[in-house]
Each structure stands twice: as C-alpha cells, then as structure tokens.
C-alpha cells in the first residue's frame, strides 16, 4: 500500500541550528516525491519535488531510494521556517493523486 | 488571479444532513481533487475530477460524490452527515497537462457536524 510516513508530530530546533525532518514512504513503482509547507494562517503550498532537485528557501531533499527517505534538510534554521511541513508523493504522471503524511510541525526557537 | 476560491469558508451542520462545498480552480487549471483533512493529521485523498468526470478516487464511501462543470468549477456533496464528517475540506486544482508541479490549494471549508 501506498503510505507516507513523518514519525515526528513536533521537531523544535533553535535559530540557526540545522534542520532535518524525516520522511519515509512505501510504494511499489516510481514514486514522485514532494515537501509542501502550510506557513500560519496560509494555504497549503508545494515547496519542493524531487525531480527537479532544487534548493527553496534554503531547503534541501535528496530521495534514497534503497531507505525508501525523501528527508528535507536545511543547514541553518531561521524564524520564518517556523511553519507545518507534509511529505507527501504519487504516481509519477501527470495529475495524479497525492498522498501526504501526517506533517511535522517545526517551531524555530530565537 | 484568485487562485483556488472555495466556499463557504466554514459551515455548521446537524448529523444527517447533506451538504456541497464549492471550488473554482485557477485559471488555466482543468483538473480539480477534493481532499479531507481532519484535525491534526495530512490531507487525505477523496476524488479527483477532469473533463467532468470522476477519474480517481480515495477510500472514501458513496456518501461522498462530486461533479465537475464545464467551466472547470466543482462540487464535493456528502450525504448523511456523521460527526467524524467534520474536517477541513480542502481543493485543489492543476493542469492535466501539467503533471504534478501545478497543483494549488485552496484556503479549505471548515465543516463541523453536531
């Protein structure tokens, strides 16, 4: 079965700390892979996919395929990070269904 | 551009009643999915519809039905409302021929049952 896992509810880190939050997920074919972030009182938006293997705002997610992992990495956390993070993925075609984890909320400590 | 406009924003309903959400999808955008995202938890899949016809969809029952309308716009309609109904409702709209990158979201309709 397709499944997207965020093991951790709540990850706090202080500013300018670094910043690693775990995804793992289970799918038998090609899976695409994307981190979409919910800032305060803003809709949910795509922050990244894997395939275009770009940095956003500092952030970083490399796919392991071998530990089935799409972590989203940055190396210097700062307030406005502070925000509600979804790991998700999907078939890889066009407009297919996502499904997302459970989100990780990460609070940037000043 | 508005992006994707749901309505209405929130919405209280008594247990088995029936209710229909609405959304408008950005323009350019013909491909509209439903999702339901209960308290504290990732958005779950409920259907996705293109060219006015459902083409995928979630574990959800047939209380949970849809339509989409030539000008791209959408309906999710529950029927028989129970309490673990309440949830935000959100939508979201992309491009068929834009894969996966196009997908937009709505602000949500907050729906409690009583």
């Known amino acids: 079965a397709q499944r997207v896992t965020q093991p951790e509810k709540l990850l706090s880190v202080f500013k300018g700390a670094p910043v690693e939050l775990k995804c793992n997920y289970s799918?038998?074919?090609?899976?695409?892979l994307f981190w979409y972030v919910q800032y305060s009182r803003q809709r949910l938006q795509l922050l990244l996919r894997h395939i275009s293997r770009e940095s956003i705002k500092g952030f970083t997610a490399d796919l392991n395929k071998g530990e089935t992992s799409f972590h989203l990495k940055k190396p210097f956390a700062q307030e406005e990070d502070s925000a509600m993070y979804y790991c998700a993925l999907s078939e890889y075609s066009s407009a297919s269904k996502i499904i997302f984890g459970s989100g990780t909320r990460l609070s940037i400590r000043p | 551009d508005a992006g994707v406009t749901q309505s209405p924003t929130h919405l209280i309903k008594t247990r088995g009643q029936q209710v229909t959400l609405r959304c408008s999808p950005k323009?350019?955008?013909?491909?509209v999915s439903w999702y339901q995202q209960a308290l504290g938890q990732g958005p779950q899949f409920i259907f996705q519809y293109y060219e006015e016809e459902e083409r995928q969809r979630g574990n959800f029952p047939d209380r949970f039905s849809g339509h989409q309308f030539p000008n791209y716009s959408s309906e999710l309609n529950v029927n028989a409302l129970l309490l673990g109904d309440s949830a935000l409702y959100l939508c979201?709209?992309?491009?068929?021929?834009?894969?996966?990158?196009?997908?937009?979201f709505g602000s949500g309709t907050r729906l409690t049952v009583v």
């Open positions: 979201a709209s992309s491009a068929e021929a834009g894969s996966n990158y196009g997908y937009t």
């Open positions: 799918y038998s074919g090609s899976p695409e």
């Open positions: 323009s350019g955008h013909d491909t």
